[in-house]
């Protein structure tokens, strides 16, 4: 079985702060890892993804998370926060593509962005 | 969003009554999945698609099931609402080649 943790469910920021968000995960087989914001009343969006090869990936509006098997972890980090970055972010892990695969996700972490 | 829409977009309904929740895509592709949102639970799978009359249960099925008779359409049908099932409701699709799924805009759900 799969899982996700994201340890809290709220984080703050001031802008232009660096914004880190926890992601560790449980997984039996190599895992494919995901981040989805969900801004207010809209649906996830896909910020980026892990599957194989390069362990630190980049993905949209400046975010770039790193895979460490050792340590299970998936965190997110951006160097720079920005007001439009306040949202909620959800982890998400997928063991394999076939027709069985599902997404298990955490149970997110609201960003707030202090101006 | 993917060629995914949903519909309809905010529902009231009462205790006890069916509700059909329909998730439509335009994108052809064989995956859908149909999660529900919670504070405090993040996206839970309640019933999922590998294609067209084939369908499995997720890990919150209780009190729900879903149709799929074309490729585009896939229904979640809550038999006799209760309160519980208050939430927001989410389509998601895939295809075989991809690892990621595309989410529609949501379904909020209130039962009273």
């Known amino acids: 079985a799969q899982s996700v943790t994201q340890l809290g469910s709220h984080v703050s920021v001031s802008e232009g702060a660096l914004v880190l968000l926890r992601c560790n995960y449980s997984s039996s087989v190599p895992p494919y890892l995901f981040w989805y914001v969900q801004y207010p009343n809209q649906g996830l969006q896909l910020l980026l993804k892990?599957?194989?090869?390069?362990?630190l990936v980049k993905g949209i509006n400046g975010f770039e998370a790193e895979f460490k098997k050792s340590e299970t972890s998936f965190h997110l980090t951006k160097p720079s926060a920005h007001m439009s970055d306040a949202a909620e972010y959800f982890c998400a892990v997928s063991d394999y593509t076939g027709a069985n695969s599902k997404l298990t996700f955490g149970k997110g972490i609201t960003l707030s962005v202090r101006p | 969003d993917a060629g995914i829409t949903q519909s309809p977009r905010h529902k009231v309904t009462e205790t006890g009554t069916p509700v059909t929740l329909r998730c439509h895509q335009t994108?052809?592709?064989?995956?859908m999945y149909w999660y529900r949102q919670d504070p405090g639970h993040g996206l839970r799978l309640i019933h999922y698609?590998?294609?067209?009359?084939?369908?499995d249960k997720g890990e919150v099925s209780d009190g729900y099931s879903v149709s799929r008779s074309k490729t585009e359409d896939f229904l979640l049908t809550l038999e006799s609402a209760t309160s519980s099932q208050t939430s927001v409701y989410f389509c998601?699709?895939?295809?075989?080649?991809?690892?990621?799924?595309?989410f529609g805009q949501g379904t909020r759900l209130t039962v009273v």
């Open positions: 698609s590998y294609g067209v009359k084939d369908t």
């Open positions: 892990y599957t194989t090869g390069a362990t």
């Open positions: 994108e052809n592709h064989r995956y």
């Open positions: 998601a699709i895939r295809t075989p080649q991809a690892v990621e799924a595309f």
